[in-house]
Every structure is written in structure tokens, then in C-alpha cells.
């Protein structure tokens, strides 16, 4: 073999490894990928269940036992929280009204259903202005109007790219009215 042909073998060669690099490189890129997008809707799935679980409870403590006419009825946002001491809690099922999400803490780690990820998070719940639903009222301001937000996240939703890890936050209102 003489030179021509020796650095055509070894141009052909590093070309080659250059695109077994480039591959490798985008199959990593995909699974990370396709690993974000699916702790990301399991988070989304989980954040979702505990929204709608509160949005099916009475919007309040007073409203178990009939409805109300003024927003002064309503409990303080001091009082928001288990009706019982949050360490007896054992799954929200126990709540009785929306308000008792607050301060609730998610741990998917004893839940059949999350097997490949182990999720965390916490919700909190707040009166919020009818005008401008993203602005909390403060103190012992009350409305007709709660606001509950999950956060979730988890050890296996770190971002290599920020070097942090994601958190999912999702919130929705919920009205009282009744006819």
C-alpha cells in the first residue's frame, strides 16, 4: 500500500468514527429527551389527579352544611390546611373541602402506580382577586374565588442543560355559586 492509499484509509476512518460520534451523540440526545417527556407527563398526570380530587370537595368548611350569602362566612386563609394534624394524614381522600389541600405534601414513594420514578411536591391554596385570578388577596381579605397550585418534581427530572431540576406547576381556580 503506498502513502495515497494510506491517508485515504485513515481519512475514511476518521470520517467514520466522526459519524458513529455524531449517532451516538443524537440516540443519548433522544432518550434524554424521550426521558423528560415522559417523567414530564406522569408529573402532568399526577398534578392533574390532585386538581381535580379538590375541585370535587366543598369549596369550604361552611359550605358542608348549606350555602352561604357573604364571603365573611368563609374560613380565614390562616385556617386553610387539614381539618386534622397534617402528620395523621394519610392520603387526601380524607379531606372534606378544597381548602384542605393546602400545605399538602405529594410523595409518590409507597404508590404501585409510579414504579419507574419517585415523585415529590406540595400544594397550596389562596383566595384570589375575581378581577385578576393570578394575584392572591393578602391577609384577611376572602373571596368566592380559590386558587389551589401544585408543584411536582422529581430526582429523575433533572435538566442537564440548566443543572437543575424541573418543576411542574399547575393551578386552577374554583368558584363558589349556588342556585
Known amino acids: 500500500m503506498n502513502t495515497g492509499q494510506l491517508l485515504i484509509t485513515v481519512g475514511a476512518i476518521m470520517l467514520l468514527t466522526l459519524v458513529i460520534l455524531r449517532i451516538n451523540d443524537t440516540f443519548l440526545n433522544s432518550d434524554s429527551i424521550l426521558r423528560r417527556s415522559k417523567f414530564g407527563i406522569l408529573s402532568v398526570s399526577l398534578a392533574t389527579s390532585i386538581i381535580e380530587e379538590?375541585?370535587?370537595?366543598?369549596f369550604d368548611e361552611v359550605t358542608l352544611s348549606g350555602r352561604i350569602l357573604s364571603s365573611d362566612e368563609l374560613t380565614a386563609s390562616s385556617s386553610f390546611g387539614p381539618d386534622t394534624t397534617p402528620d395523621s394524614?394519610?392520603?387526601?381522600a380524607e379531606f372534606d373541602d378544597f381548602d384542605d389541600f393546602d400545605g399538602y405534601i405529594i410523595n409518590t414513594k409507597d404508590d404501585s402506580t409510579f414504579l419507574s420514578v419517585e415523585f415529590t411536591g406540595w400544594c397550596t391554596v389562596e383566595y384570589v382577586d375575581?378581577?385578576?385570578p393570578d394575584s392572591s388577596?393578602?391577609?384577611?381579605?376572602k373571596s368566592?374565588?380559590?386558587k389551589i397550585t401544585v408543584y411536582v418534581t422529581s430526582e429523575s427530572m433533572y435538566n442537564f442543560y440548566t443543572e437543575t431540576y424541573d418543576t411542574l406547576e399547575m393551578s386552577s381556580v374554583f368558584s363558589y355559586w349556588f342556585f
Open 54 to 58: 379538590a375541585s370535587n370537595k366543598a
Open 89 to 92: 394524614v394519610e392520603s387526601y
Open 130 to 132: 375575581p378581577e385578576d
Open 137 to 141: 388577596l393578602s391577609g384577611a381579605d
Open 144 to 146: 368566592f374565588h380559590k
